[in-house]
């Protein structure tokens, strides 16, 4: 691929609000893949589509999107459809999977587990580790960059997903330690990152993510930001 075809902006965007974030009772009766946005959260998305428009500049993109329904009605309530050239539902992009239906206690006993195991290799009973996630995120990678080869490939490449996703994303893509991921928070819904090209075709993010304890980053962590 030559240098100049890749994106010049690659924007990630974690799903609005969802019936889940204020009620985690919900998973034991309605499948996680079919959870709904919130009003607030199909405002909040209307929102970040306003910034991601401008960021954009009004020119064509082509989107990601995992396939759970809160992350399609975030994608709708973008409201960018008219600069949509190119829209894939990729179930790659779907959040971590904890379970089928959940039991609530069970979750909160295996959380307390996670957090002292270790957020990237703690497996839920029935679902998957972080570092399942990072392998699938990582064959995506390896579609988008044969995307990017495609002829007229858009400048704009927009990924519609969950805070965990996102997060594990950008370690695949900077190569970030486990470590370092391991210290980083989820952005907040229809909160986004974006990977910004530079003059030497590299990538930074316009900002980094917010950790919920110390580390010290590496200069190679730390170079991933503007």
């Not at 030559?2 to 609000?17: D, F, K, N, T, V």
């Not at 805070?163 to 470590?179: I, P, Q």
Request: glycine letters at 4%.
């Amino acid at each position: 691929m030559h240098l100049s075809q890749r994106p010049m902006r690659i924007a990630l965007i974690r799903h609005g609000e969802s019936e889940a974030n204020l009620d985690k009772s919900i998973f034991e009766r309605v499948p996680d893949h079919a959870i709904p946005l919130t009003a607030h959260g199909h405002e909040q998305s209307a929102e970040a589509g306003k910034r991601l428009r401008a960021l954009f500049e009004d020119e064509p993109i082509r989107v990601y999107v995992s396939p759970y329904k809160r992350t399609l009605q975030t994608l709708d309530s973008l409201g960018l459809d008219d600069l949509i050239g190119i829209a894939r539902e990729e179930p790659r992009l779907r959040e971590q999977d904890w379970a089928n239906f959940q039991d609530t206690e069970d979750i909160e006993r295996q959380e307390a587990l996670r957090d002292s195991f270790g957020h990237f290799f703690y497996r839920f009973t029935q679902g998957e580790s972080g570092a399942d996630v990072y392998d699938r995120v990582s064959s995506l990678l390896e579609t988008m960059h044969r995307d990017f080869e495609t002829p007229d490939s858009p400048r704009n490449v927009l990924l519609v997903s969950h805070g965990l996703t996102m997060r594990l994303f950008c370690m695949r893509w900077f190569h970030w330690s486990v470590k370092f991921f391991e210290t980083l928070r989820n952005p907040d819904n229809a909160e986004t990152r974006i990977l910004l090209r530079q003059p030497d075709y590299r990538y930074k993010l316009d900002r980094p993510f917010e950790q919920w304890t110390e580390h010290e980053p590496t200069e190679r962590e730390r170079s991933a930001w503007l």
